[in-house]
């Protein structure tokens, strides 16, 4: 290995193979269990509000966060193999501790959310919960944009183009 490798170098070897082999990073594999689950769950929390049988969905509402916090922790773990592979300031770092914090902020919304709902009456549709979730998933939004230019505009675990251009020939 090179004495001071290059970002691209680095990201090329994560610390630990556990994060996947360069060019398939597991992070973003994992990802789609929480933005699922939550999408799901705003699905269920707006069929709750506008029916009359609300029990069923807020129930399968609050498992949803709660499925949606589990794949988040798994995917910050992973997440954050990547993210030590980036150098200090670069933009690319700069990009991945805002992804980091936003993914933080919808985290700690969801989690407050979950909370609420384990208190509420199942029989009555909880507002406070609903826009926390609300809240925290347009926060994700915002942070999956920048977990793609992570990925499409800056290269982070993903195959050079030498190697992508195998695909074309």
Request: proline share 7%; hydrophobic share 45%; net charge neutral.
């Amino acid at each position: 290995m090179m004495e001071n490798p290059t970002a691209h170098q680095r990201s090329k070897h994560p610390r630990t193979p556990l994060a996947g082999p360069y060019g398939h990073p597991l992070h973003p594999t994992l990802v789609t269990i929480p933005i699922g689950a939550w999408t799901a769950c705003l699905i269920f929390d707006v069929v709750a509000l506008l029916g009359s049988d609300d029990a069923p969905f807020l129930i399968g509402a609050q498992w949803l966060v709660g499925i949606g916090l589990l794949g988040a922790l798994a995917a910050a773990v992973f997440g954050l193999m990547n993210f030590m592979t980036l150098t200090p300031g670069t933009p690319a770092h700069r990009t991945g501790l805002v992804h980091m914090a936003l993914n933080l902020t919808a985290v700690a919304l969801f989690t407050v959310s979950f909370l609420l709902r384990l208190g509420d009456d199942k029989q009555e549709f909880g507002t406070v919960p609903f826009i926390l979730s609300l809240a925290g998933y347009a926060i994700v939004g915002a942070s999956g944009y920048l977990g793609g230019k992570l990925a499409y505009h800056y290269g982070v675990r993903v195959a050079d183009e030498k190697t992508q251009s195998q695909g074309f020939l």
